[in-house]
């Protein structure tokens, strides 16, 4: 029974390891080599060098400013990982890892705007590291603290101890807190005199439209993630606007201060450090802040209020509704999905204008378009899994007819594709190791030349035909922004068209050639705009408040376009567009109301003018080594578990080396009965699976009462000592994001020790030797499928996709039965009886929405479980408590066979629902009916009349603890509606309750 003590002990352990990476794929091809600077180790694998030592020489150049600005510098190197093994733009920093991981490929993010990927995301995280590292309350070894509770069911076999858990708690206490938004903000603001980020007209409109429509995040929700792409975007720029504004009103050393503050022992909130440092709480701050935004946006708009062409909005359901393509024959695709709540998993989607409705083509498309001169095929990009299980973009043709998929192309990591006006050329986006160029390839795929030649991080977009064939029209980042340019093909010839204004993006020509199509944030506010091919002639077509982009212009002259509103992204479509006057469009200057929006105010050039890359003291960079294995610090997470009413102290502990390619978890706590609880997980991930080791010691004190002669009246206390050693040797795999195969050989020894007693009558010195009572040997393959679609009510209430568990062992088992007394001359001999048997357990779990509201939801979990012969109870599947039938007790029903089937009908209370309470911020309610039917049992044949019934009720609370950890609160009481007999005891026709207060829900 061992199973059990392991599932708590990694339960319970679950939220600790939310502080290390999520680890991905292994990647054993890839080559890792090493650059040291004088504060830093880059580290970098084959491809990647070049993004490798631009990023080693950012972290020198901002290195002072950033730790002078906090007064704060890490204790040890900062470690770099760069990776370039799948088309991904991010960066995390660990900092209590001192380690940041960036990834090279440029930002294409609908919701962000354009600057110097690598100086923008390398500061960004640097910032992360140093501010939060400037408000840790105690050593980065001391990461968090854990406070725990298990308690169990009264009711047991006589060969257990304990019930089965009907309790399980654990709660952390960090030792760094900070709202998202302030988290956040720092590292945006990076430092005094950096110009790596800036208040750009993406931000704008996402708090622009959230202020106009009374729609802005309030201070509880700005403390916090949990919400759809929108609003997690709006949460991250929210709090770069709130910083700003807090840096401009009471100096940039304000955030310092606040650094400070954070870091007391008692701080559990923000609120008191903003108090000490402006001398008002922070709702008073925030409400000060609000009411500045309302006048400000109220007066920028007041001409564009009164003057609005945004056309008509033909697609409204959805926040993501992207990329809008005209086929000649006025067919119009786009990207979007009606009830996804993130913006990159959209559908190619294509328009009935007749029903007014769309039809999905092909899901998990999130891309440009392009259409075939005929209107028979779409074109466009999505990842696909290698050999390695790298993820990389490939172009795709798909059959508007039959909906007929052709990979056109294997590993290129393409994007931004666009067909010839003949059909017969493909012009994309390419990119390598944070650089990007312009490739061009023959409809098969097969002739491939690539256009330009840039090899030093420029990134390219959009790029789209001439209707002649002649030329191309793209977008080019410089530091802050796009431009727009031309290429010549048979020249290679790159002409600007909109050069060092703003940011323009999204070009496309109009059908007959004479003029580009583009989105602009000329005003500081995007819209559509046109312009001749000469880059004379400039037209504006739209005056939206929120955001017009991706514009195509049809052959009949209408014109669409993705339009942002504070909701998301919609498609609307003018039908005769008409050129609107530069003067009611214009975004009036406010510069007094808000002089924080604004890049140049005065207190940001007060500290660190000077350029730390002029510095001619700073040590070069030594050259690239092959990477050495590097390990972190080892990091411990005291913790206080009350088990079974008594107090337990021990300690997590965890390390790896710098790659996670070496890591190690492990715990250990003990109580005043010296009741021991040790596990220790080893990974080695240097091979295509991850191999691992697992060992397990559990000790158990008990004082009871026995028989020492037969039928004797007098008992006696004696102490009892129980030992469960097991140790887990194998290895898993990911095949894919949704299959995972784990296979393991475990070898476990429960013992039991009767500590030497004195008994009276007799006046005998008892000893007893240990009696090792069970000694398993047991080879598991488990297969784990996980397919749950995505959604912000997913943690708590999944409404489509489906979990599936299958487990099939095959067990070595010896179970004493008694001692040999054949031979009185002899010591008696432990005997034991052999159980060699197959065992296989099934899990399967389906989530369906329901057609009203996908909040509401239906689980239907179905358990399963067959041992192939005749076994002694201590190896039976039990069908009660918590992951059974909750109307009864774990052990009340027993057998070879289980079989159980729980349907849940879940519905929220409230779904989004942020309000914070000290340092609780709540998110979701939800409330649940179920019904539970099943029975374990040892006849081959199946009587369903025998199967057990319960139902109840139960609800489930979705909160944040110290604004980002994830706490999940259930409870839920089953009552039994059959009576059971097992044994001597009767069971049923009861209530009975299951409380959970973990890191995540139990399904």
Known sequence: MIRRFLFLTLLIFTGATQLKAQLGYNHPELDWFTIETQHFHIHYHHGAERTAREVAAIAEDIYRPVTEFYDWSPDGTIHFIIRDHDDNSNGAAFYYDNKVEIWAPQMTFVLRGTHS???????????????????????????????????????????????????????????????MWLAEGMAQFMAPGMDYDRWDSHRDMLIRTAVISNDLHSYAEMGVFGKNSIGNERTYNAGYALTRYIAFKWGPESLQELTQHMRKPLSFTIDGSIKAVTGFNGSELYDQWQAHLAQYYQQRLATISDHQSRG???????????????????????????????????????????????????????SQLAWSPDGKFVLYARDRQDKHQSKYNDLHILSVADKHEKRLTSGLRAIDADWSADGEWIICVVQKDGTQNLLLLDRSGAQQRQLTQFQNGEALYSPRFSPDGAGVVFS????????????????????????????????????????????????????????????????????????AFMPSLSRQGKLAFSLFESEGYKIAVIDQPQPVPPESAEYIPAVDQAPEL??????????????????????????????????????????????????????????????????????????????????????????????????????????????VIEDYPTQVPIDVHFRIVEGDLGAYYDFSENLKMRGSFAHSRYTSDIGDFYFEPQRVQFQSPANTYYIGNHARLEWDYKQVAPTINSGINPSSGRKINLKV??????????????DENILPQKEYTLYNVNRIELDWNEFIGMPWSRKHALHMLFRGGYLDRPVDSFFNFFAGGMPGLRGYPYYAIEGRKLMLGRFTYRFPVFANWQKKLFHLTTNKLFLSTFFEIGNAFDQDKVDLSQFKRCAGAGVRMQLFSFYGFPTACAFDAAYSLDDVVNGPNHYGQEWRYYFTLLFDFIE
């Open 117 to 179: 990927w690598l100086k923008n995301v390398v500061t960004h995280e640097f910032s992360h590291m140093i501010s939060l590292g400037a408000a840790r309350k105690l050593t980065r070894k001391i990461p968090a603290a854990y406070f725990q509770w298990i308690n169990y069911e009264p009711e047991k076999r006589d060969d257990v101890l304990y019930g089965y858990p009907n309790q399980l708690a654990s709660y952390a206490l960090p030792m760094t807190i900070a709202p």
């Open 312 to 366: 008509e909005i033909i697609i409204a359901q959805g926040i993501g509704n992207i990329a809008p393509t005209w086929s000649k024959d006025d067919q119009l695709v786009y990207c979007g999905s009606d009830r996804s709540d993130y913006l990159t998993l959209t559908s190619l989607k294509l328009y009935d204008f007749q029903s007014k409705k769309s039809r999905v083509l092909k899901s998990g498309v999130n």
């Open 476 to 547: 080019k980042s410089r530091e802050h922004g796009r431009d727009l340019c031309l290429l010549e093909l048979s020249s290679g010839a790159i002409t600007p068209v909109i050069v060092d204004q703003g940011d323009a993006r999204d070009a496309a020509y109009s059908p007959d050639g004479k003029r580009i199509y583009f989105s602009w944030d000329r005003t500081g506010i995007f819209n559509i705009y046109s312009v001749s091919v000469d880059g004379s002639d400039l037209t504006l077509w739209t005056n939206v408040i929120g955001g």
């Open 598 to 707: 604004v890049d140049d105010f005065a207190p940001l050039q007060n500290i660190a003018q000077n350029n730390p890359a002029e510095d001619d003291d700073q040590p070069a960079a030594k050259p690239s080594r092959p990477y050495e294995i590097t390990y972190g610090q080892f990091s411990f997470l005291p913790r206080v578990m009350v088990d079974s009413m008594r107090v337990k102290l021990g300690s997590y502990f965890y390390a790896a080396d710098i790659l996670d390619q070496f890591t190690v978890l492990g715990g250990a706590a003990m109580n005043a009965v010296r009741d021991l609880d040790v596990f220790t997980l080893f990974e080695y991930r240097k091979l295509p699976p991850t191999l691992f080791f697992e060992f397990y010691y559990f000790t158990r004190n008990v004082r009871r009462n026995i028989a």
């Open 809 to 822: 062992a095959h067990e070595w088992n010896k179970f004493f039965v008694g001692y040999s007394t054949e």
